[in-house]
C-alpha cells in the first residue's frame, strides 16, 4: 500500500487531505466509476474528483470494492481524523453533463479507440486480431457512395483489408463482415473508455447492456 500526499500532488486543490490507494486499486491511477443516484453508470473519474464529491457529499451509496482511503481534517471537537473510503463505484447525487444515460437516441461520439474497442480488435473482414495502430476505420458503404461516418457504417479493418476494398461496398469487393456494426448504448459506451476496467466494476456496466449486446461474447473472448 502506497500514500500519496495530496498537498504536494496538488496544492491548493484538497487541503488536508491525503489520500492512499488499496492494493485493489493498484495505484492512484484506477478510475472510479460513477453513476447517478439510481445506478445508471455515468463517467469514470479519477480520485481527485472522488475526493471532490466526497467533501460536497454527493456521494449518495457505494458498490464494488475499496479503492482508497481519504484522511481528512483533524475534527476539532472529537480530535479525531476524518477517513472516508472510496470504492470502485459510487452513486452521486447531483448532474453531470452527460445526459446520455437516460437518453434511448443517445449517440456517443465516434473515436477510433472506442470503435477499435467495440470490434474488439478484429478486423471485421478477416477477423484477425491487431494491435491498434494496424487498424483502420472502414467506411462500409464509402463515402464516394453516399456512406456517412456513423457506427452503424463503420467498422475495425487491417490496413491489407481496406486496401483490398478500397473505395467499394463489401459486395462489390466480394468481402464479407464477420459482424453487424451497431451504435453503443451509453452503458457500452462508458466501458468501451474505460482505462483499466475492474472486475466489478466491468460486470456492473456489463448488467447495463443491452441483452442482445455483442460485447457479451466479445467481452467473453477478451478474457480468454
Ligand atoms: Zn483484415
Known sequence: MRGIDLEQADHGLLDDLRIVATPAARGLSQLVLRTDVAGMPLEWIDYKEA???YHQEQVAYTCGSLLYELYGGVNARTGRRTVLEVNSIVATVGHTGNPGNTRHD???????QTLFRRDAYL????SQ???SRELSRDHIRPFSQGGTDVW?????ACRRCNNQKASRTPEQARMQLIAVPFTPTYAEYIF???RRVLADQ???LVAHFPRSSPL???IRAYLS
Do not use: I, Q, S
Open 216 to 218: 457479451h461474447d466479445r
Open 202 to 204: 466491468m460486470e456492473y
Open 129 to 131: 486480431r491487431f494491435a
Open 152 to 156: 452503424t457504417n463503420v467498422v475495425a
Open 123 to 126: 478486423c471485421m473482414y478477416c
Open 106 to 112: 443517445y449517440v456517443p461520439p465516434l473515436n477510433n
Open 192 to 194: 468501451l473508455k474505460g
Open 51 to 53: 475526493a471532490r464529491l
